[in-house]
């Protein structure tokens, strides 16, 4: 029984750094020093906050399949991941439309649950 519950534990983890690996590779092109621009269209207010929304409901997930797994499969750092290179470069270009109420709640479910941000 241990060993099943162990197995599901490490896929879900997989799934949920499938997503996150998914993310950073769909902003990739919007950082990179040939396209500087937005991920997002300025006037496409609506399209940020739909991204942001999304990363929430993930990361809230993430966080309660953390209570879980620990630590053994590295979700923390993946929370860490998530918020600090898909979320926090969106947010801040959109800052006044969303960006900081989201980075706001990020931070509560962080201290809450005790995700260390690590550089």
Do not use: H
């Not at 919007?30 to 396209?35: A, E, L, R, V, W």
């Not at 991941?81 to 470069?89: A, F, H, K, M, T």
């Amino acid at each position: 029984m241990l060993l099943r519950m162990q197995a599901l534990l490490k896929s879900v983890s997989a799934v949920f750094k499938a997503a996150i690996a998914a993310t950073r590779e769909l902003l990739a092109p919007s950082f990179t020093s040939k396209n500087p621009g937005p991920p997002f269209d300025p006037q496409a207010i609506s399209a940020r906050r739909q991204f942001l929304a999304r990363r929430s409901k993930l990361l809230a997930n993430l966080i309660k399949w953390r209570k879980y797994t620990g630590e053994r499969f590295g979700l923390g750092e993946a929370a860490t991941s998530l918020i600090r290179d898909c979320v926090l470069p969106v947010a801040e270009r959109g800052w006044d439309v969303g960006g900081e109420e989201f980075m706001r709640k990020a931070s509560l479910l962080r201290f809450t649950y005790f995700i260390p941000f690590t550089d």
